[in-house]
């Protein structure tokens, strides 16, 4: 992307080395106007392009550099960030990709296809977990220059663990996925998300006739209340709510996924421990991924997870986003220290 805009600056200067296929995306998507569909206002410092993929579908992607300088120095790897159902590239740039890019941090944020303003490919559903996974390597390999950290949310978290599974098992040399460490926030499980329903139906069938009715019914998108329920803190005004339920309901445009042919995909293959630092991090007031689906994927991985209490599931969005993003800051630095 850097390569990129230094192209649009001087566009008659070139390289030293071709371009990659993503920049040259990157820099028409730049260059020329793209109608987007949910006006969503990009921060201070923030950029968006459309990535390339093998498919001829263009991946939204927002960024935000970190200072030049100070990244240099630093070292830092940079953070890629997964969305999950209902959601795309915007729900990182509000409040965590400001605050990782001022702590030196390099921040991509993609939209998945069918969702956020990502091209969709035919069909009923956005994808399979491998092709997402597919789409999320093409773009690491054509656009990064060093191994990023990821960072999936919910179902984004899932296909953070399917391309974790894959960078394990793939070959050296052009075949290899780069990745420098993972964290999964507030994920679905390895295995997916039938344990957590069966859970609620049998302990909590109030609370599972609200998630179904939120989530499968997409009832989340008419009622306020709902969805400050499934996603946010009581704490969270109203407004920001209603702001951020009419970003979900414009984002997917299609089914993330088709669950039963998902679930019948997973687990995800198992990774050797130790083979990459990961992060499994959980919020206390989580309405959709209860403290067993957290433990499930911590004992997976072999590590300790980490719950914040007072957090609710969409960490990165709720009103005590900070909390979350403090966690994974100090759980960087030590990565780094580590390395």
Known sequence: M??????????????????????IRAMAALDQARELRLGY??????????????????????????DLVASRERNNPPLVFVHGSFHAAWCWAEQWMPFFSEASYDCYAVSLLGQGESDSPEGKVAGTLQTHTSDLADFI???????????????????????????????????????????????????????????YLLKKPMAAIKVTLSLAAKAFATSLSL???????????????????????????????????????LPVPSVHRGFLEILVLGAGNDFIVDAEGLQETAKFYGVEPLCLDGVAHDMMLDSSWEVGAEAILSWLKNLKAVK
């Not at 206002?41 to 960024?63: A, Y």
């Not at 990821?150 to 996925?177: E, T, V």
């Not at 329920?229 to 984002?251: A, C, G, H, I, N």
Request: with cysteine; net charge positive; hydrophobic share 35%.
């Open 141 to 199: 390999r054509n656009e990064l220059e060093s191994p990023p950290v990821l960072i999936g949310h919910s179902f984004g978290g899932l296909i953070a663990q399917s391309y974790i599974s894959n960078a394990q098992s793939s070959s050296p040399g052009k075949d290899s996925l780069p990745i420098a460490g993972a964290v999964l926030l507030c994920s679905v499980p390895p295995a997916g998300n039938s344990g957590l329903v069966l859970r």
């Open 41 to 66: 206002d990009l921060k201070k410092g923030q950029t968006r392009f459309f990535h390339d993929l093998p498919s001829g579908l263009g991946m939204e992607v927002i960024t935000q550099k970190a």
């Open 2 to 23: 850097a390569m990129a805009m230094a192209m649009l600056q001087s566009p008659r200067l070139w390289p030293s080395k071709p371009p990659k296929r993503g920049q």
């Open 227 to 265: 969805c400050k329920e499934t996603f946010f803190s009581p704490s969270m005004e109203d407004s920001e709510v209603e702001r951020y339920q009419s970003l979900m309901k414009q984002s997917s445009r299609l089914p993330l996924f088709d669950l039963r042919k998902l679930n019948a995909s």
